[in-house]
């Protein structure tokens, strides 16, 4: 396949064209040349967008899809090509499937399906069997199998000494280990944010204190340990003190936030509305400010759509008894934008290949041509039109976003909407 891109701004601070507008011809997947005004004949497919932007191609680092065991809720096939006109040329597969992927030969299955897509899925296998937190898994084998880490997906690891035996046992492959991290003891039955709005709606509450708790032991447990830890999803203000006083200390900690902890907050319970209730729940505009700040000065490495989607049985019911969980995909950069600069959003989009320890892409000539491509103008309020899962748990259905995704360009496909 050969292609021209057409008048594109280069988001990319790594590449020598970064903040130009340029044109890229592309053949076989690879960039050939880049330069302003390049010719093209009737061989190439020209590709052209209003506001065109292109950068790295964005890697979301937790994703749910269902598939196997949870069909209804997403297929392999389908949650990639959500990914590719969502602007994901990569994403990192979480194992909560069924039969939960703790195995070798659950590896190779997603690894097989996801065979010729535009979008490449890089599994994270599970850290303990059947993520019952109660004995390890194959770790080792997982990894020579294509793992790029390891962790149970929203189980928290109770007992201390598992973690602490895992972070030891993969520092002999550089393997890189994911602690969930909420105290199961002291969440108890709670629901919600614990503070004013629960209080207000009469929902069980989820103290801040739950994370940090948790948060604060699995630090001591690297402190002793050494090696690398990941911790997923972080939502309180103490949570980024925690995390930037240990990156301080020299400690190999790397953690993300999500796109609706950047966004969102408790007051949309108000309605006890089921789409909002996700693990761990929205916390305040305080703890949301302290996250953004997180994003800014570097404490908080990655951000992520975690994309999790849920059959609609097990959230049309009370908020008490609904399933955790909502799917981001298709809103991650609009909402993103409502918040935060795009070189940010692009910077926090890409890092996850840094942190799994994968070759990163940078946008020059000689470069694999693996691109996102979207636009930063305009404004449209998100509805289930535009949700192109087969889930419709999204948390930001009627909300107002910036910008729009026109697709990818990666494995030598052009994938846009």
């Known amino acids: 396949?050969?292609?021209?891109?057409?008048?594109?701004k280069i988001i990319d601070s790594k590449s020598p064209f970064h903040n130009q507008t340029v044109d890229l011809l592309i053949a076989d997947g690879v960039i050939e040349k880049i330069g302003v005004s390049l010719p093209h004949d009737n061989n190439e497919t020209v590709v052209r967008f209003d506001d065109?932007?292109?950068?790295?191609?964005?890697?979301?680092?937790?994703?749910?899809?269902?598939?196997?065991?949870?069909?209804d809720r997403e297929t392999i096939a389908n949650g990639l090509n959500v990914a590719a006109k969502s602007g994901f040329t990569a994403?990192?597969?979480?194992?909560?499937?069924?039969?939960?992927?703790?195995?070798?030969?659950?590896?190779?299955?997603?690894?097989?399906?996801?065979?010729?897509?535009?979008?490449?899925?890089?599994?994270?296998?599970?850290?303990?069997?059947?993520?019952?937190?109660?004995?390890?898994?194959?770790?080792?084998?997982?990894k020579n199998s294509g793992a790029i880490a390891?962790?149970?997906?929203?189980?928290?690891?109770?007992?201390?000494?598992?973690?602490?035996?895992?972070?030891?046992?993969?520092?002999?492959?550089?393997?890189?280990?994911?602690?969930?991290?909420?105290?199961?003891?002291?969440?108890?039955?709670?629901?919600?944010?614990?503070?004013?709005?629960?209080?207000?709606?009469?929902?069980?509450?989820?103290?801040?204190?739950?994370?940090?708790?948790q948060i604060s032991r699995n630090l001591f447990l690297l402190e002793y340990t050494g090696g690398k830890l990941h911790i997923p999803t972080i939502s309180t203000a103490k949570s980024v003190e925690l995390i930037r006083e240990a990156k301080a200390?020299?400690?190999?900690?790397?953690?993300?936030?999500?796109v609706h902890h950047l966004v969102l907050t408790d007051e949309k319970l108000d309605g006890f509305d089921t789409r909002f209730k996700v693990t761990p729940p929205l916390r305040t505009e305080v703890d949301r400010q302290a996250l953004l700040n997180g994003?800014?000065?570097?404490?908080?490495?990655?951000?992520?759509?975690?994309?999790?989607?849920?059959?609609?049985?097990?959230?049309?019911?009370?908020?008490?008894?609904a399933k955790n969980g909502t799917i981001g995909l298709e809103s991650a950069f609009g909402a993103l934008l409502t918040v935060l600069p795009v070189?940010?959003?692009?910077?926090?989009?890409?890092?996850?290949?840094?942190?799994?320890?994968?070759?990163?892409?940078?946008?020059?000539?000689?470069?694999?041509?693996?691109?996102?491509?979207?636009?930063?103008?305009?404004?449209?309020t998100f509805t289930k039109e535009n949700i192109l899962s087969k889930s419709k748990n999204s948390a930001f259905l009627g909300t107002e976003l910036k910008g729009s995704v026109y697709g990818i360009l990666n494995q030598n496909q052009l994938v846009t909407k």
């Open 295 to 321: 994003i800014a000065d570097g404490t908080i490495d990655m951000i992520t759509s975690d994309h999790n989607p849920i059959d609609i049985e097990f959230k049309k019911m009370e908020f008490d008894t």
């Open 52 to 71: 065109l932007h292109v950068s790295q191609g964005w890697f979301d680092s937790s994703v749910s899809l269902g598939e196997p065991g949870y069909e």
């Open 343 to 380: 070189e940010t959003i692009v910077a926090k989009l890409t890092a996850a290949r840094s942190v799994f320890g994968l070759e990163n892409n940078t946008i020059e000539e000689g470069a694999k041509a693996n691109i996102t491509l979207f636009s930063t103008e305009g404004k449209s």
């Open 91 to 142: 994403i990192a597969l979480q194992p909560n499937s069924l039969p939960i992927i703790d195995n070798q030969s659950q590896v190779n299955f997603v690894k097989n399906k996801a065979n010729g897509f535009a979008t490449e899925i890089f599994p994270i296998g599970a850290l303990t069997k059947a993520s019952e937190g109660k004995d390890m898994a194959e770790l080792f084998d997982m």
């Open 150 to 213: 390891f962790g149970d997906y929203n189980k928290s690891i109770d007992n201390a000494n598992i973690l602490k035996i895992a972070l030891q046992y993969v520092q002999d492959f550089d393997g890189l280990v994911i602690a969930y991290s909420q105290d199961p003891n002291i969440k108890g039955n709670g629901v919600a944010n614990e503070g004013i709005v629960s209080t207000r709606l009469g929902l069980k509450g989820i103290p801040n204190l739950a994370e940090e708790l």
């Open 249 to 258: 200390k020299g400690l190999h900690v790397t953690c993300s936030a999500s």
């Open 1 to 8: 396949m050969k292609l021209i891109i057409k008048s594109a």
